[in-house]
């Protein structure tokens, strides 16, 4: 019923930038925070970061903060990850994800706060 498709993602050398984005269609998403999540090659998903319904809060995983920064158009149901600074570890498939009631939980990083998901995008950086 809900879909959240990502894209923009690509190949980029290290220090470069990129910009994904995942749009959403079948419903609305009022009241839903936005998150990103990752995995790399040979590992589990991983939280990247996460922004409320009015944007006026966002929540980064350590590695993350000060390259990348994320962002929400409600108008166009699109959901941004600006990456700067990128790194070889930062090569992975990057996910989006919506929940209800992410900053209402101690734990906003977990992917079991997370209702409906995206299929990925590839995000590979090169040294």
């Known amino acids: 019923q809900v879909q959240l498709v990502e894209s923009g993602g690509g190949l980029v050398q290290a220090g470069g930038s990129l910009r994904v984005s995942c749009a959403a269609s079948?419903?609305?998403?009022?009241?839903?925070?936005m998150g990103w999540f990752r995995q790399p090659p040979g590992k589990e998903r991983e939280f990247v970061a996460v922004i409320s319904w009015s944007g006026g809060s966002t929540y980064y995983t350590d590695s993350v903060q000060g390259r990348f920064t994320i962002s929400r158009d409600n108008a166009k149901n699109t959901v941004y990850l600006q990456m700067s600074s990128l790194k070889p570890e930062d090569t992975a498939v990057y996910y989006c994800?919506?929940?209800?009631?992410?900053?209402?939980?101690?734990?906003?990083?977990?992917?079991?706060?997370?209702?409906?998901w995206g299929q990925g995008t590839q995000v590979t950086v090169s040294s």
């Open positions: 079948g419903r609305t998403f009022s009241g839903y925070a």
């Open positions: 994800a919506a929940g209800r009631t992410i900053f209402a939980s101690t734990t906003p990083n977990k992917p079991a706060e997370y209702d409906y």
